[in-house]
């Protein structure tokens, strides 16, 4: 028999995985796994416990075998029987006597006297315990590794299906529904923020789309059917095209498409649940994904493979609805922008006045779109895994960016507690206002320059608000990533003047176009397996002449006129080649401006140091140019293997790591071995734990969005250069990067600045 099952093992899995997936909510998936596997492995028993944190216990959830009426009521502590020595262990415990081992125990009231043999799984997702998954018999047997191994696969899958529940609300561990949800990410962008979710999901990405009440339900109609007539219209040109190269039994494919966009078949019920008030788009997902999921979960092939047409053909719909789709949004007064990849397109899109915060199921605190989120002062929560985005529009949320979570549908404790904290947070800025028109210096009188990463006109009074001396970063990018086409030169002269005025006469650091990673243009696509390994920053605009040429001749006739001095600078750069290249165009675009008859300093050319080669070159690199910066998030990232956009991994992304700290110094050691003075605007610099590590490597200027500039002057300026010095050489001691956040934490706490540590 076990050579049997082991045999059978995929096809087995597979049906199981398919009804769990195509069931219709957690309770369904349950009884489909307890009633699945209890006939699969032919075993008496079958049961699944899942664990309630907030109390923690154990909630008996589904069962074959043993009471039923115990399910939802009986509870165990995480430490008790049997189910708790698996969740303790967080492996599976195969027993051929259950009844003589020490920690079993019997529950009266589910049954279990007579079964003897034991296996119980632990249900895991990305290191949580979600519950237990259990299987038993009266015979006194172990349990085969063919069916050990069955069970784990099943609860990996189970666990995704838990997680995905308790994330959309759809599990209650709990004897009272609790209306409010708390859904747990990654702090992206830190602030409070209070609002309505307005969900945002790409062009023609069919498991996104929201489901919207609409009142205008004709119109709805007409929208959807004239998407439906331009699809038929389609596939009849794909048909004709195709005609004299396949065979009619082939190209009856294309007939059976057609049929089933028929008013008798899909397009017909989408009319339905139109009727029923979802606006077009809406219904159409909801009708599709239950299509696809009855086919899918059919035992033959041929049939099963029909769900992909029928997704394709919802896909196709759904282009064509998007593209007709001329209707904007309706933003309320306190939107919170939701969805699976946001960009910084979906963040221009909203008055900033209206935008309260920003919640992303992909990307981490390390992402672009959440640095601009910073700069822009919204809060933020990047990497909700689990979060159906679907299941947010319209309902009322709380955006917590400094912990990482999103409390949804919240009471009136939850609104009670977080306007504390905004108060806290008012308090905190208000009382540090006194810091802004003063220079940053040290007890011990070691002056260093505290700049700002922008990227809009909306930053320049929140900037100088806060005391900006200078900018160390402008995001040239963001201006192109709003637009749908490349701005002209002139069109790019006007806009970097706006900026290089507003902060006259202070130094504007203009970095190149920086575009590739997690950064792209609409009208620009750069499609890569490897974006981050691949074409991006000054590899582009070197290879793209016209580019880099027509935005380094406005960065420098805008500059016409005006007291400050303009840095430009290289990103992304790996070799001398690549720096000797810019510096000829540059050079070539000043003296054509010059001849042109424009009376205009030469700017300083610098380099940002953010990756390894760039690190182990820095003092190669300085020779040849005016200043160097480091960029660290990309540096962190390339040094440690870690994408900062996966929220998987985002725990490896360390900014106090070992290496990390070395690189930083061996770079401004470099620079100021050959008389260069060395910056850096990635987010280290907004960190007053790091900024005090950095201040103590002799980095001349530390750049950071505004928010966190007041935070970081009143950390500096409490200390003294020779304490910052002591507490570094400690650090550069130490290899572990927890070890050395906690200690560098504990000193600013011990320094009167535990409020400050809390605020990142």
Not at 348 to 376: T, Y
Request: proline share 3%; charged share 25%; glycine share 6%.
């Amino acid at each position: 028999m076990s050579r049997e099952f082991s045999s059978e093992f995929p096809k087995i899995l597979r049906r199981v995985v398919q009804e769990v997936v195509s069931a219709g909510d957690l309770v369904s998936s349950l009884d489909i796994i307890v009633e699945q596997v209890q006939k699969e492995m032919h075993t008496q028993v079958c049961s699944v416990y899942l664990l309630n944190e907030a109390r923690q216990k154990y909630v008996f959830m589904a069962t074959r075998g043993l009471n039923a009426k115990a399910v939802g009521v009986l509870t165990l502590d995480v430490d008790e029987g049997l189910v708790g020595l698996v969740g303790e262990r967080a492996e599976p415990v195969n027993l051929e006597d259950a009844q003589s081992h020490p920690r079993n125990r019997f529950f009266e009231e589910l049954g279990e006297d007579p079964f003897h043999s034991f296996l119980g799984v632990p249900i895991i997702h990305q290191r949580s315990l979600l519950g237990v998954l259990v299987v038993q018999q009266s015979e006194a047997r172990r349990f085969d590794e063919s069916e050990e191994a069955f069970l784990v696969t099943l609860s990996a899958q189970l666990a995704g299906v838990i997680a995905h529940a308790k994330a959309t609300g759809d599990l209650s561990l709990t004897t009272s529904e609790q209306p409010s949800r708390d859904v747990r990410g990654l702090s992206g962008a830190p602030g409070i923020g209070f609002g309505t979710a307005v969900v945002v999901y790409p062009k023609a990405d069919l498991g996104s789309v929201p489901t919207r009440k609409v009142s205008d339900i004709e119109s709805e109609k007409i929208a959807f059917t004239e998407a439906v007539n331009e699809t038929r219209e389609e596939i009849r040109e794909f048909s004709n095209h195709l005609e004299s190269q396949l065979q009619p039994g082939e190209l009856a494919l294309f007939d059976a498409y057609l049929n089933i966009l028929d008013d008798n078949e899909i397009a017909g019920e989408v009319k339905t649940v139109i009727d029923q008030g979802n606006w077009a788009a809406g219904a159409l997902r909801q009708v599709i994904e239950a299509h696809v999921a009855n086919f899918e979960s059919m035992e033959d092939e041929y049939l099963r493979e029909r769900g992909a047409d029928v997704r394709d053909l919802g896909v196709r719909v759904l282009a064509k609805l998007q593209s007709a789709d001329v209707r904007l949004i309706n933003y309320p007064k306190d939107t919170v922008l939701v969805g699976e990849e946001l960009t910084a397109t979906d963040l221009a899109s909203v008055a900033s006045e209206k935008l309260k915060g920003f919640v992303s199921v992909r990307g981490s605190a390390n992402s672009h779109v959440a640095i601009l989120a910073e700069a822009m002062g919204v809060p933020a929560v990047m990497g909700v895994e689990n979060l159906s985005t679907q299941w947010m529009e319209g309902k009322s949320v709380v955006v917590d960016g400094f912990s990482g979570s999103v409390v949804v549908n919240p009471g009136k404790d939850h609104i009670a507690y977080y306007e504390n904290i905004v108060k806290e947070e008012a308090e905190l800025v208000d009382g540090l206002g006194d810091l802004a028109d003063q220079p940053c210096v040290t007890t011990d009188g070691h002056r260093i320059q505290l700049w700002v990463n922008t990227g809009l006109i909306t930053d320049v009074a929140r900037s100088l608000g806060r005391g900006a001396e200078g900018v160390g970063l402008y995001r040239t990018e963001v201006h192109f990533m709003m637009n749908d086409r490349f701005p002209t030169e002139e069109e790019q002269r006007i806009i970097y003047r706006e900026h290089l005025q507003a902060f006259d006469p202070r130094p504007v650091t203009m970095r190149t176009l920086d575009i590739g990673g997690d950064k792209s243009l609409p009208y620009f696509p750069i499609e890569e397996d490897n974006p981050f390994l691949g074409w991006r920053g000054i590899r582009v605009t070197l290879d793209h002449r016209e580019i880099f040429i027509a935005q380094v001749r406005a960065m420098i006739e805008a500059n016409e006129g005006i007291d400050n001095d303009l840095r430009i600078m290289l990103p992304m750069v790996t070799s001398i080649a690549e720096i000797d290249e810019a510096q000829r165009l540059i050079s070539r675009c000043y003296r054509e401006i010059v001849e042109e008859g424009t009376e205009v300093e030469m700017p300083d050319v610098g380099v940002m140091i953010e990756v390894p080669a760039a690190v182990y070159q820095a003092q190669d690199i300085a020779k040849r140019v005016d200043f160097l910066s480091v960029g660290s998030n990309d540096l962190i990232q390339y040094m440690l293997a870690v994408d900062r956009n996966n929220a998987q991994v985002a725990e490896l992304y360390q900014e106090f790591h070992p290496a990390v700290l070395q690189a930083l110094k061996n770079v401004a050691d470099a620079a100021h071995a050959e008389g260069k003075p060395v910056s850096i605007c990635g987010e280290m610099a907004g960190s007053p734990s790091a900024a005090l590590l950095l201040m103590a490597m002799n980095y001349d200027i530390l750049s950071m969005n505004a928010t966190n500039l007041l935070m970081v002057k009143w950390a500096l300026t409490s200390f003294s250069m020779a304490k910052a010095q002591e507490i570094l050489n400690k650090v550069l001691q130490m290899d572990n990067a927890y070890l050395i956040k906690n200690y560098v934490d504990n000193e600013l706490r011990q320094a009167g600045l535990g409020r400050v540590v809390r605020a990142r």
